[in-house]
C-alpha cells in the first residue's frame, strides 16, 4: 500500500510558476513508476508525466513538454513537478499517482493522492 498526499498548488498568473510536490508513505517508493495527471472541469483526467523508479526516465505530454520537469528524490519518497510558464489551459485539479507497471493512462496507476488545485488567471 502506498499512500500519496499532494501539496504546492495555488492560483497563479500566467506565465508564473508552480511547484507541486507529493509525498509518500511506506517503504517501497523506489519500487513504482511515479506520475502526475490533471483534470480540468467537466473533462476526463488527462496524463502529464512520468518519471521512472531511479529517476533517470521521464516521459511528458506535449502540452506541457518543455514547461513543466517531472523529479523524484527517494530518499526522501517524494516526487515534485515544476512547472514554468503556465498558461490558464493548465487550470485543473493535479493528482499524483504511483504504478507497478508504468503507463500514460488513469487505469494503469494503482494509487492516487487526494489531488491538488491549480489554476491560472489569464
Known amino acids: 500500500q502506498v499512500q500519496l498526499v499532494e501539496s504546492g498548488g495555488g492560483l497563479v498568473q500566467a506565465g508564473g510558476s508552480l511547484r507541486l510536490s507529493c509525498a509518500a508513505s511506506g517503504r517501497t517508493f523506489g519500487n513504482y513508476v511515479m506520475g502526475w495527471f490533471r483534470q480540468a472541469p467537466g473533462k476526463e483526467r488527462a496524463f502529464v508525466t512520468t518519471?521512472?523508479?531511479?529517476?533517470?526516465?521521464?516521459y511528458y505530454a506535449d502540452s506541457v513538454k518543455g514547461r513543466f520537469t517531472i523529479s523524484r528524490d527517494n530518499a526522501k519518497n517524494t516526487v515534485y513537478l515544476q512547472m514554468n510558464s503556465l498558461k490558464p489551459e493548465d487550470t485543473a485539479v493535479y493528482y499524483c499517482a504511483a504504478s507497478w507497471r508504468g503507463g500514460t493512462k488513469p487505469n494503469e496507476f494503482d494509487y492516487w493522492g487526494q489531488g491538488t488545485q491549480v489554476t491560472v488567471s489569464s
Open positions: 518519471v521512472s523508479e531511479r529517476g533517470r526516465g521521464t
